[in-house]
């Protein structure tokens, strides 16, 4: 039975966005830690040498606060604590709960220490302000949550592949009423657990698994602002899933093992192939984005992201297609706004970006990367001073923008401002040391003050972060000249033009200091 836990565990398809997915990592060590602190306490517990039964305790508590340390949902392990305590140790018995009433305080005050912890000092608040930019009000999510659990029950029973997406689509519930499946679902987890009640003194192990399910769903399936549904949600409840449907084959077909393990092969194969069947759409971005899109049209985010990545791609019209059809969806998509502004320049359609980055600072004032952008598009246009105002804002937002600094530098050194142009570029590779484009970029600024030497250091770490620098190359190799290099200029040139042989300013420099070089021989 406990092997069969396990293979459920690890092979249902359900499980794939806490282990494919890699932001979710944080998921499954937190599942990780949060089950080993319950093993360790249950060996705390069952040992009968007082030092180890401490030691092992004490590293029950160490292992929830790493499980804390990794994600939230780890806060109800004191709940599941106790409640394995009551039904396996105390055999439930109601005077072990009466005895001891003061411990039961103690666990309260750990929740709402917790509680604290991760909400602040104004935890009510914390809640409201997630609400803020969300579609939906609390009263909603709540109301939308018992349809979202019980949809999260049918996909462990049934996890076709078909039924699965990292986005899906669901509308929020305004009343029990609207619509009429909110009041279904409240029914079918009332008499769940009503059902885990009824049974919790004849079958325990069955009512234990249903209130691990509802326990551990209640963080992210309440109050809390977060998005409406996520598969990754079930990785902790799972378990309980998992444990249950074992113990309830092996129950029925308690004298017929041979069939009960037949029947679980089955189940193990089935969950293996649906796991091997949906990780092939995880194993690329466009496949992974084009699947939600498929199974969620609506979704702006899922639009938005195959965007990016077609981008990336180098497949611009159809990125463009996808950032204009996450717009549709919602208008005020800040990010969409923003992407499609790079997309549009990438064309050369320096308007339409710049009116799309205008877009994305009206719905986000603070966004300092849509700030440097515009700024960008305009010095292409040659409004180098309405450039520099842009760049200024965004550092005034993010002084530690590497990107802006440069870009300011850019600019400033275009408006004859070398000293402040070498400051920027300064700053820049202050904050990001093994900038490429800085170190190019200042030693330009420093070769035009004649400081040839520092100019020659910094080309040369150009090159030493992005060997394939033709600009670079040429660069060293005018320097150079100026120092009276002549050898080192002509090798420059020669490897600006191995990199980049149509590059006519290198082929000019070298073909001038060749002929300086025959005369001086």
């Known amino acids: ?34 089950l080993l602190s319950l093993l360790l306490y249950i060996y705390g517990r069952l040992s009968r040498t007082r030092g180890k039964r401490w030691i092992l305790l004490c590293g029950c508590f160490t292992s929830w606060i790493m499980a804390l340390g990794s994600k939230e949902i780890a806060g109800t392990l004191p709940l599941i604590i106790f409640l394995y305590e009551w039904y396996f140790i105390q055999d439930l018995r109601i005077e072990w709960i009466r005895r001891n009433i003061k411990y039961f305080f103690l666990l309260f005050i750990i929740l709402v220490l917790v509680g604290f912890i991760y909400l602040g000092q104004s935890p009510f608040d914390k809640i409201l302000s997630a609400y803020e930019n969300r579609d939906f009000t ?198 969409a706004h923003y992407n499609l502004g790079i997309a549009l320049a990438d064309q050369g359609r320096t308007e339409e970006a710049i009116d799309h980055y205008l877009q994305a600072l009206r719905i986000k004032p603070d966004f300092e990367k849509a700030y440097n952008n515009l700024g960008t598009a305009l010095a292409g246009q040659g409004r180098t001073e309405e450039a520099i105002d842009h760049y200024l804002q965004a550092l005034r937002i993010k002084p530690d923008f590497d990107k802006a600094h440069n870009n300011l530098g850019l600019a400033l050194y275009k408006k004859g401002r070398l000293e402040e142009a070498i400051d920027h570029y300064l700053q820049a590779l202050q904050i990001k040391p093994d900038y490429e484009d800085a170190h190019h970029n200042l030693g330009i600024a420093l070769a035009k003050q004649d400081r040839i030497e520092e100019a020659i250091y910094h080309y040369l770490q150009a090159l030493r972060i992005k060997p394939d620098n033709s600009e670079a190359h040429n ?22 033009l191995v990199i980049k042989p149509d590059y006519t300013l290198a082929k000019n420099n070298l073909k001038k200091t060749l002929m300086i070089q025959q005369q001086n021989q």
């Open 475 to 496: 660069n060293l190799g005018v320097v150079l000249f100026r120092k009276g290099n002549i050898e080192g200029a002509i090798a420059s040139f020669r490897e600006a």
């Open 1 to 34: 039975m406990s092997l069969f836990t396990a293979l459920i565990f690890i092979t249902h398809p359900i499980q794939i966005q806490s282990v494919t997915y890699v932001v979710q990592r944080m998921n499954s060590m937190a599942v990780m830690f949060y």
């Open 138 to 335: 609390m009263f909603e999510r709540v109301l939308t949550q018992f349809r979202v659990v019980v949809f999260y029950i049918s996909l462990l029973f049934c996890p076709h592949p078909s039924r699965l997406n990292l986005l899906h689509h669901i509308t929020a519930s305004h009343s029990l009423f609207a619509p009429l499946t909110t009041l279904f679902s409240l029914l079918i987890i009332v008499g769940l657990i009503g059902l885990a009640i009824f049974l919790y003194k004849k079958r325990r192990l069955i009512s234990f698994c249903i209130l691990w399910f509802f326990i551990n769903l209640v963080i992210e399936s309440s109050v809390i602002g977060l998005e409406m549904i996520y598969e990754h949600r079930l990785y902790l409840p799972m378990f309980a899933f998992s444990l249950l449907l074992a113990y309830l084959l092996f129950a029925l077909l308690s004298k017929k093992q041979f069939w009960a393990v037949a029947i679980f092969v089955i189940i193990i194969l089935s969950l293996g192939t649906f796991t091997y069947m949906r990780n092939r759409v995880w194993q690329d971005e466009i496949t992974l984005w084009s699947n939600v899109i498929s199974k969620n049209p609506q979704s702006q985010r899922a639009h938005n992201n195959l965007g990016v990545v077609l981008k990336k791609r180098g497949r611009i019209d159809e990125a463009i297609g996808h950032f204009l059809k996450a717009l549709r969806i919602k208008p005020n998509d800040v990010d």
